[in-house]
């Protein structure tokens, strides 16, 4: 059986047509035997055929039935037993177990007698055996024009498919006869798409009763008797729009007939190399093997068939060698583990050391910062210092109610007490007319001067004023005002800061202030 599944179809003719001969060989030379040996006991007397199959029954314990009688005459060719049984009543459709007809017979054996015969007693010019195979299919194949003449002339369907999708003319290789055929496709209006059409009949039946199994609440994967699915039949006849449906109903790329046979297998022994590639997206195994160990190359027949299938296998195998190895994580029943994340040792110790090295920035960070801000401050005070050490003192050392601050920063807060305005006017100008600025400092001794003569212009407003017990001068920086205990009436005076970089006496305050104080003299 190995050696017959892997012969093509016109070989298991050729094989099955010469077993039969034997078969019928053996049988006929033991008829023989016994008619010998019957005619001796009777004297000879003929006897009608089945009185003797009866009569033989009866001693040999072998009955045959008047259906495989008829297969058997006409595979002998066997005219007159063939006639001589249709007029018994015997039908002319008898087949046999693979559905094989009398009149596909004789147009395998080219018997144009019986042929006609089988016709004139009602047989079907279109039978189908189980390969779906016609009597036209087996005259085409076989290049009997003769025979094809007669069958077309009987009404033979020459759109018929058979079980491979082929038509009469598909598998004709003579060319009188494919002629032949093709004149007459042609008398009857046959085109490209009623062929298209024709061959899609049956993969259109196909795909709407899997549909209504679906609907149904049927199983997609049903088998059959010898363990074959839906995907199989599809992958076999190539039925593309039936496979793609299939696959997109979670059908099984690697289900088994009881070969196991999967359907890669199928569509490569039939050459179908659509399908092929459509099982291989969808996960089918190419180096899947069968009972014989047999892979869908070694099944394949077809050379570019062959390289394609090569051609898929180096792909996938190059596809898989380019993608990362993943490790695929277990899936726990435990529903915690769905909203908890779990941590490792590693991450956790990673995430410790992530911490560690943030919380060290910071704190260096931090210290700059301090470090900057002490700088800041004892800059500040070393200004202080300095400015204290060049600029003259703003009140007159006998008083011992003055207080002396620094002046010239912007948190100086100067409080005079105990003088009048003429006495202030002449310290200043005394003071500031002997002091000579260095460059550097000549921007803060700007501001001091612009200090001095607001406050001078604002004591010289206030007219008749003679005596100012406390004169307090604040920033606008909300800081604390110092008083002194024997002060009586308080006033408060805003300084104004006028940042000029420039120092000149023509264009200051200074000169005012001296022509101011000559007036007050005169």
Known sequence: MQVVEKMSTQERLKHARKRRLQQLKRWSQREKEYQQTKRKKSGGAAVDLITKTTKSAKKYKVHFVPSVMLLEAAARNDVEEVRRLLMLGVSPDSTNEDGLTALHQCCIDDSEEMMKLLLEFGANVNAKDSEQWTPLHAAATCGHLHLVRYLITKGADLLAVNADGNMPYDICEDENTLDYIESEMAKKGITQEMIDETRAISEKQMLSDLKYLLEEGGDIEYRDHQGATPLHIAAANGYVTVVEFILDNHGSTNVCDNDMWQPIHAAAC?????????????????????????????????????????????????????????????????????????????????????????????????????????????????????????????????????????????????????????????????????????????????????????????????????????????????????????????????????????????????????????????
């Not at 995430?351 to 910071?362: D, G, K, L, V």
């Not at 470090?371 to 003259?392: A, I």
């Not at 400092?441 to 604002?458: E, F, K, S």
């Not at 606008?476 to 009436?489: A, D, F, G, L």
């Open 270 to 522: 039939w050459g179908h190399p659509d399908v092929i590639e459509m099982l291989v997206m969808a996960g089918a195994d190419l180096s899947a093997k069968t009972k014989n160990g047999e892979t869908p190359f070694d099944i394949c027949e077809d050379p570019d068939l062959k390289e394609r299938i090569m051609q898929l296998k180096s792909e996938i195998e190059t596809k898989r060698a380019s993608q990362p190895v993943k490790l695929k994580r277990s899936q726990s029943q435990n529903t915690r583990s769905q909203s908890v994340r779990r941590t490792s040792i590693r991450d956790k110790s990673l995430i410790s050391r992530r911490e560690a090295r943030e919380e060290a920035r910071i704190r260096h960070e931090q210290q700059e910062q301090s470090g900057t801000d002490e700088e800041e401050e004892k800059l500040q005070h070393d200004m202080r210092v300095t400015e204290k050490e060049k600029l003259p003192s703003c009140q007159n050392n006998k008083d011992e109610d003055s207080v002396q601050c620094p002046i010239i920063s912007k948190d100086t807060i100067q409080r005079i007490k105990g003088q009048n305005m003429k006495e202030n006017i002449e310290n200043a100008a005394n003071q500031f007319a002997a002091y000579d600025p260095n460059e550097d400092d000549i921007h803060m001794q700007t501001q001091y001067l612009n200090a001095v003569n607001d406050n001078l212009t604002n004591e010289f407003h206030k007219q008749t004023l003679d005596d100012i017990s406390t004169c307090d001068y604040a920033e606008t920086m909300n800081q604390p005002v110092i008083h002194s205990q024997s002060e009586s009436v308080k006033v408060e005076i805003h300084v104004t800061v006028n940042t000029n970089p420039t120092y000149s006496p023509n264009h200051g305050t200074l000169a005012d202030l001296k022509k101011h104080r000559s007036d007050r003299g005169s």
